[in-house]
Each structure stands twice: as C-alpha cells, then as structure tokens.
Nanobody
Framework: QLQLVESGGGLVQPGGSLRLSCAAS????????IGWFRQVPGKESEGVSCISSSGSSTHYADSVKGRFTISRDSAKNTVYLQMNSLKPEDTAVYYC?????????????????????WGQGTQVTVSS
C-alpha cells in the first residue's frame, strides 16, 4: 500500500519554528518530486514548496521564501519542510504530495494536479 504520512505539526508562537516530515511507505521517493501544500478552510490550496526527485532543484512560494527550507533524505525515504520565523498567516493544514516525474530529475511540479499521491495532512497553528 502506497502511503505518505506527515508529522511535525503543532502549535507554535509567532517567530517560532517547526519541522514537518513526509515519510513514504510502500514505495521509494527517489523517483518522485515532492511538494508541500497548505489549506485554510474557505480558501484555495496553496503550493508552498517543492523539490525535484534528484534534490537538485527547489521552488518556494513568495510567501515563504527565505523562511522555509525543503530537503530530502533518501536513506530515510523522507522529505522535510523546515519552517522558521513562522507567522500567524502560516496557520493551515499542511499536506505533502508525490509526483512521479520519470526521468525529469530536475523538474519541480508547481500544480496540485501534477501530483499522484497525497498524505492526510498535519495541522500547523501559529498563535500567541
């Protein structure tokens, strides 16, 4: 069974940090680009960041650029999203997703429709 599981969400004060993890089971992430998306009730999903299957390319939304860092650990079959200098507007459910990009090792999918597998989400709340 192919599955993505997010963890690391929680409640943090403004200016604080969290590290989200996206672990895969049932398949290896090596052939997949990984994206992080976030969703606030009543609003459209927002693409936060993505990393190519090779790890050589990354992309960040303007709203998180300079504060968030995406990385991948092939040995652990896990992708991380380090979130620093968190703001109340970062509050959302965060989802990771995997896109089978084949031989496009440097490609960073930007759109949710490009992704094949999704996790269940983890809540991040930034509040004092």
């Amino acid at each position: 069974q192919l599955q993505l599981v997010e963890s690391g969400g929680g409640l943090v004060q403004p200016g604080g940090s969290l590290r989200l993890s996206c672990a895969a089971s049932g398949f290896t992430l090596n052939s997949y680009a990984i994206g992080w998306f976030r969703q606030v009730p009543g609003k459209e999903s927002e693409g936060v960041s993505c990393i190519s299957s090779s790890g050589s390319s990354t992309h960040y939304a303007d709203s998180v650029k300079g504060r968030f860092t995406i990385s991948r650990d092939s040995a652990k079959n896990t992708v991380y999203l380090q979130m620093n200098s968190l703001k109340p507007e970062d509050t959302a459910v965060y989802y990771c997703a995997a896109a089978n990009v084949g031989s496009s090792y440097g490609y960073t999918p930007r759109w949710s429709q490009e992704y094949d597998y999704w996790g269940q989400g983890t809540q991040v709340t930034v509040s004092s």
